[in-house]
């Protein structure tokens, strides 16, 4: 009798049939239809994908836990932190990641162009454009005393906020009041570093608080405890903390907690190195290895050896060194050290530099940009590829920084932004009718706009003529292209411009415009149309 054939479940998924399986079908084919259908369901219950399996020889030995969002981060962030910080004080990789980020994100600082919406509020061009260069220039009167301690603007805040939270993971920004002699502004900033906000006395987390990061039982925030000094800081008096609410009874908030959450229900953030930092630091090791290695080799002995009869013995030594100096071989450059008779010594060339080093660290150094999404070609600041590669590299690169500034933005500038104008307002600086009425008027009041660094362009010409194709389909406005190319603001261009005409008409010069970018833009030839 032949055994029966079983099809597979709906799912696609069947159980294969083993000897046994196939010696009861012959005989007994109901039961046997029976254990199919349960070793099918066995089957589905286990999965069908080979990561998930735990016989495989390749993951036999993988056991990870399946932890909650803070269960797998909290109770490794104060190693995860100092670990960061060292690789940023120690590492040129690391220190140079950071730096980067910081410089194409934020630069010299993320500038706010105010753009109410004037629709909303009823305004004519005119005075919309009127309250924006006034709600500017008050906002930069208060950018100068933005630092509580006294001691940053706000465009340096902007940098060392966005640092900290790539080196700790998060940071915190309390809103404080305080108008000192000269301020115009009382609003600022002071900026908590992540190891302050913890349980009060390190207690246990709980349900409602997960280190120092309070919330209500449906997980909404509702205050974080910080201590009055930072828990590394030695010889100093016991710590005390201190529950700031989260937000005013409004719902305005009062503490900006600056962080990227990366699961659900998340309560603090992972420093970005977090994924290299044992590449990293195995890397370093390397690196110093190298060198050494390669300083070592630099340094060429001679070694004088006796003669069998003894006539002859050491060099002599220089006035002032004693003969107990005699036994101490030390390496230096050009030494000649020695020997007493019947010694001998073999030297071993060590073969530094290493031939395969920049290969081998170049290699590591692609899967390091990769979990930090930085082009390897930025990450090392050295551009080895085509133009085309090396544009292509720019522009994977821009991409992350205008998600990154864009966060930024979201999280501290326009939330800044928003309490200064509310000051203005209140103090009568600024007139803006409905804005403590109305929630969407308030909004119209404070929109805006926030620029930074522009994007580095390898061949300005072809951005020039591309920016120029778009002005001409009205896909970009001239606002853009300034603030994208070569930064500040269309209206102080032109009023420049305006200025430069007058004053070229004045001494008896003729300003063509056509004729200046034909003089700068004289026609090219085959050759520089080429690409390299």
Known sequence: MKAPRF?????????????????????????????????????????????????????????????????????????????????????????????????????????????????????????????????????????????????????????????????????????????DPGDTYGTKLQIVEADRVSNPNFGMDSDTLVAGVETDTNGVVRAYHVSDRHPGDLFRKAMNWRRVPAFYKDGRPIVLHLFKRLRPDQARGIPYLAPVIEILKQFGEYTDAEVQAAVISAFFTVFVKGAPDGTSGPLPMPEGNSGSDKDEIKLGAGAIVGLADGEDVTIADPNRP???????????????????????????????????????????????????????????????????IEEAILTGRLQAKGFFDDAAIRAAWLRSDWYGPTKVSLDPKKDAEADTIDIGNRTKTRQQIVMERTGGDVESKHEQLAYEQDLAEQNGLIASPTAAVSELNPPATNDEEKEE
């Open 354 to 420: 290493n031939p395969n080093f920049d290969a081998f660290t170049m290699a590591l150094l692609r899967q390091i940009g990769v979990a930090l999404e930085m082009p390897v070609e930025l990450l090392m600041k050295h551009f080895m590829a085509s133009y085309s590669a090396s544009r292509a590299a720019l522009e994977i690169a821009w991409q992350t920084f205008r998600r990154e500034r864009a966060w930024l933005v979201k999280s501290l500038c326009q939330p800044f932004y928003e309490w200064v």
């Open 7 to 179: 099809p597979a479940s709906r799912s696609g998924v069947s159980a294969r049939m083993t000897l046994l399986d196939r010696a009861i079908a012959v005989f007994d084919p109901v039961r046997a239809v029976r254990r199919h259908q349960a070793r099918t369901t066995l089957s589905l219950a286990t999965g069908g994908f080979k990561g998930g399996k735990k016989g495989r020889r390749q993951t036999a030995n993988w056991d990870v836990d399946g932890g909650s969002a803070n269960q797998d981060t909290v109770p490794d962030l104060t190693t995860l932190r100092a670990r960061s910080r060292d690789l940023r004080r120690n590492v040129p990789i690391a220190t140079g990641a950071i730096a980067t980020r910081i410089t194409n994100i934020i630069g010299e600082g993320l500038r706010v162009y105010p753009q109410v919406n004037r629709d909303v509020l009823g305004l004519t061009v005119d005075q919309a454009r009127e309250w924006n260069r006034a709600a500017k220039a008050e906002f930069e009167l208060a950018a100068w005393t933005a630092d509580f301690t006294g001691v940053q603007s706000f465009e340096e805040l902007q940098a060392l906020v966005f640092g900290s939270t790539d080196e700790s993971g998060d940071v915190f920004a309390i809103r404080r009041y305080r108008k």
